[in-house]
Nanobody, 115 residues
Framework: QVQLVESGGGLVQPGGSLRLSCAASGIIFAWHDWGWCRQAPGKERELVATISSQTGIANYSDSVKGRFTISRDNVQNTVYLQMNSLQPEDTAVYYC????????WGQGTQVTVSS
């Protein structure tokens, strides 16, 4: 059974940092492309960061480029999202996504940026 479990969300002040983790089980971690998406209330889900399984190359949406960093640990079967210089508009539920032949999603972790 595939499980993706996100953690690391919480409340942070503007300008602060958080690191999200997504621990995977039940899949061959290294075969999958990984991504982080977010969904704010009343908005569509937005893909903010991806990392390729083959090249390790990361891509980011314009809204987070230069502030967020996606990384993966093929030994720990975990993908991370380091988020710096957080702003209120980053407030959302963050989901990790694994894609190979199928796509799998975690349950999400809430990130709230507020003073």
């Amino acid at each position: 059974q595939v499980q993706l479990v996100e953690s690391g969300g919480g409340l942070v002040q503007p300008g602060g940092s958080l690191r999200l983790s997504c621990a995977a089980s039940g899949i061959i971690f290294a075969w999958h492309d990984w991504g982080w998406c977010r969904q704010a209330p009343g908005k569509e889900r937005e893909l903010v960061a991806t990392i390729s399984s083959q090249t390790g190359i990361a891509n980011y949406s314009d809204s987070v480029k230069g502030r967020f960093t996606i990384s993966r640990d093929n030994v720990q079967n975990t993908v991370y999202l380091q988020m710096n210089s957080l702003q209120p508009e980053d407030t959302a539920v963050y989901y990790c996504k694994a894609t190979f032949l199928n796509s799998y999603w975690g349950q999400g972790t809430q990130v709230t940026v507020s003073s």
